[in-house]
């Protein structure tokens, strides 16, 4: 491919993405992605001035260790340098200006910062890290015209980026590796995940059947163990609980939700909950979760006599009705319609808006990450991207 070709495509490229979308963070990670494909780097993030305050934060990641909560001030570090200066600059880890800083340990043996800046302002920084051939001239170029166009694409459409506030996590997976024995060979379905959950954040997981979602997730809710690394829970070292304490954690810190409903079958449907609701600590009233999700009138129903959409709302309402600080859902609407899966996840909505539930959401569907206030997306073992929603939608305004 000519200079000429490609440029003219990653132009193209790009532009076709930002006028796909009016949310400002779908269009800057999918950007993102383009940025590392082109210049063949292996990470990179795109940060963004906070509205709220003198702050320059991480919107995009495409990079395998969580960093959606760093920023730096604005004239800090190199990422602060950049964003008030009129140039992009190809710097290098032992930069002096990065000494001490948050952007530190972001930055690559060799990263391209550039400004994302039009004549009237600057609204944020592109990072590229480690490229395979170095930083050609014709690279610095294409990076900064496009950076241009992003700026002017911001500016024309008012777009504003406010971060939420700095939260304590819930739970922090450091070092996460695990492993199967399949015959005679050692498998690594998590190769190194580290992640932090927050609370009353809707998470959610996307990535290839085989990445090591639902891996991830059970190891997060105490029904698998890692093979190395670190689970902590509000801060403490969770990594080999006791059977009490696995017991105590499953029973009352977390709520599940399944692809397979998962109900007991000789229940009714308010008897299910009330299964649940017997065995934990603090629970709440099972007929009003019962009636939160629409099903009063179902309460002496059996599972074999509902559709699959009334079985997993009791199964959502089974989830709540231990009142758990985080509640996992695995593929929840990959059995349902598209109408019965919207009510799902206008149900999942509440409980996080609402109720302030921390929920983590495992789903192929990306269409349902645009619900979410923050999507990781795993790949071979990894996490391959994360990037932060400032602006969520709602689930009656998703569409598949």
Same mark, same amino acid.
């Given at each position: ?41 292996? $990470? ?16 995009? $990641? ?55 800046? $039009? ?127 696995? $017991? ?47 099903? #009063? ?37 990959? #059995? ?65």
């Amino acid at each position: 491919m000519t200079n000429d070709t490609r440029f003219i495509t990653t132009v193209w490229r790009i532009m076709d993405q930002l006028k796909q979308t009016t949310q400002l963070e779908e269009a800057l990670s999918a950007n993102l992605d383009i940025f590392c494909d082109v210049t063949e780097c292996e $990470t990179g993030y795109i940060w963004m001035k906070s509205t709220d305050d003198d702050r320059i934060y991480i919107l995009a $990641t495409k990079a395998p260790v969580d960093q959606s909560g760093v920023s730096v001030r604005v004239g800090q570090g190199v990422i602060g340098s950049v964003y008030n200066g009129k140039s992009s600059e190809v710097v290098y880890s032992t930069d002096p200006r990065a000494e001490g800083s948050d952007d530190a340990p972001l930055l690559g043996s060799t990263s391209l910062v550039v400004p994302m800046r $039009t004549p009237f302002g600057s609204y944020g920084v592109l990072q590229l890290n480690d490229p395979a051939g170095g930083f050609s001239d014709d690279d610095i170029k294409l990076v900064e015209n496009c950076c241009s166009l992003i700026a002017l694409d911001i500016e024309d459409k008012e777009l504003e980026f406010k971060p939420g506030k700095d939260r304590v996590p819930l739970v922090s997976l450091r070092g996460i590796i695990k492993e199967f024995l399949s015959g005679e060979e050692i498998r690594r379905i998590l190769k190194g995940i580290d992640l932090d959950v927050y609370e009353g954040e809707l998470l959610v997981v996307l990535g290839e059947s085989g990445c090591g979602k639902s891996t991830m997730l059970n190891i997060i809710g105490g029904m698998d163990q890692a093979t190395d690394g670190q689970l902590l829970i509000e801060g403490k070292d969770f990594s080999h609980p006791s059977e009490d304490e696995l $017991t105590r954690f499953r029973r009352d810190y977390i709520g599940f939700i399944f692809q397979s409903y998962n109900l007991m079958p000789n229940l009714s449907a308010l008897e299910n909950i009330e299964f649940i609701a017997e065995i934990s600590e603090h629970p709440l009233e099972s007929e009003e979760m019962l009636s939160m999700v629409g099903l #009063a009138d179902k309460s002496e129903n059996m599972p074999s006599s509902m559709s699959g959409g009334q079985q997993q709302r009791v199964c959502i309402a089974r989830a709540i009705v231990k009142d758990p600080k985080i509640i996992l859902a695995d593929e929840p609407t990959a #059995a349902l319609d598209f109408h019965t899966g919207q009510e799902v996840l206008k149900l999942i909505e509440s409980i996080v808006r609402e109720h302030g539930t921390t929920v983590i959401m495992v789903t192929h569907n990306i269409e349902i990450a645009k619900m979410a206030d923050r999507v990781i997306r795993l790949k071979d073992g990894l996490i391959s991207s994360i990037r932060v929603n400032p602006h969520p939608l709602h689930a009656e305004d998703l569409s598949w």
